[in-house]
């Protein structure tokens, strides 16, 4: 694993993803507080910021540029080339990494100086609660140090992998948008619940802890999610008179169609910026 204890970290941005993404590094101690520096245009952001979790905050983009090894862009993606030929001149041989959605590595690369090394990650909304899925894509000047740099620092707010860019949208459309997709089933399993005489709370909690449940053994175990299914239907049981409402019903289809729409969108707002 790349040592991190020595890196010096920036943050150009400081929102949802940003705050969480600085969290997960000091609760994984990556670095220890005082090797981040951050820098937003709310002054109060950062001020709390500096207050709670005792991290440098910086006067402007370019003070935090002069302290990072590391630095994040995590503004809106529709300013990502402003900032970048703004600092340009001053980015030396810091590592860029860009959790901006949607700006191609090509976009980042074309407004920073030859040379620059630059990744592109796209984490999800999971990383306000250090259970991220976020898909790692290596610029042109990328070393392996590098990626593996970048993947220390996800790893810290969740799970990663590393993709070819022009997976980016298939990613965007499956874990990007897929929380959605998956409170909208937790919801949809609580009003199951609630119809049948749970308690709104109680309905929402078991939905979604079972939810969760069901990830981890995706994820920690080895089996396949057909095999999982099958440990759960009995026959003759609940659970397939369940699993035959679902198919007849179109579950399966629906959830295939929702990522394909939504790749299908991430490509066709790709080709606008």
Aim: aromatic residues 2%; contains cysteine; glycine residues 8%.
């Amino acid at each position: 694993m790349t040592t991190m204890a020595n890196k010096k970290i920036g943050f150009i941005g400081t929102g949802k993803m940003g705050e969480a993404l600085i969290k997960g590094i000091l609760h994984a101690r990556l670095v220890p507080p005082g090797n981040i520096y951050a820098s937003d245009m709310d002054v109060a952001k950062l001020q709390i910021l500096e207050k709670e979790l005792k991290i440098n905050i910086c006067k402007d983009n370019f003070d935090a540029v002069a302290n990072s090894d590391v630095l994040i862009i995590a503004v809106k993606p529709q300013i990502v080339p402003i900032v970048l030929n703004e600092l340009k001149s001053s980015i030396k041989k810091q590592l860029i990494i860009s959790i901006a959605a949607g700006v191609t590595i090509e976009t980042l690369e074309k407004n920073l100086l030859p040379g620059t090394r630059v990744v592109r990650v796209m984490p999800n909304i999971a990383a306000t609660v250090k259970e991220a899925a976020s898909a790692i894509s290596p610029g042109s000047a990328v070393s392996k140090e590098d990626t593996a740099i970048a993947a220390n620092i996800f790893n810290a707010i969740g799970r990663t992998v590393i993709l070819q860019e022009n997976n980016m949208d298939a990613v965007t459309g499956l874990s990007g948008s897929g929380p959605a997709y998956i409170f909208l089933i937790i919801e949809a399993l609580a009003d199951g619940g609630v119809h049948e005489g749970l308690d709104r709370n109680t309905a929402k909690l078991l939905a979604a802890q079972t939810v969760l449940g069901a990830a981890k053994m995706v994820l920690e175990g080895q089996s396949h999610t057909g095999e999982l299914r099958d440990m759960v239907t009995s026959p003759g049981g609940t659970t397939i008179r369940g699993l035959r409402v679902m198919e007849e019903q179109g579950a399966r289809i629906a959830m295939m169609n929702a990522v394909i729409a939504a790749c299908e969108r991430s490509r066709e707002l790709g080709k606008k910026t």
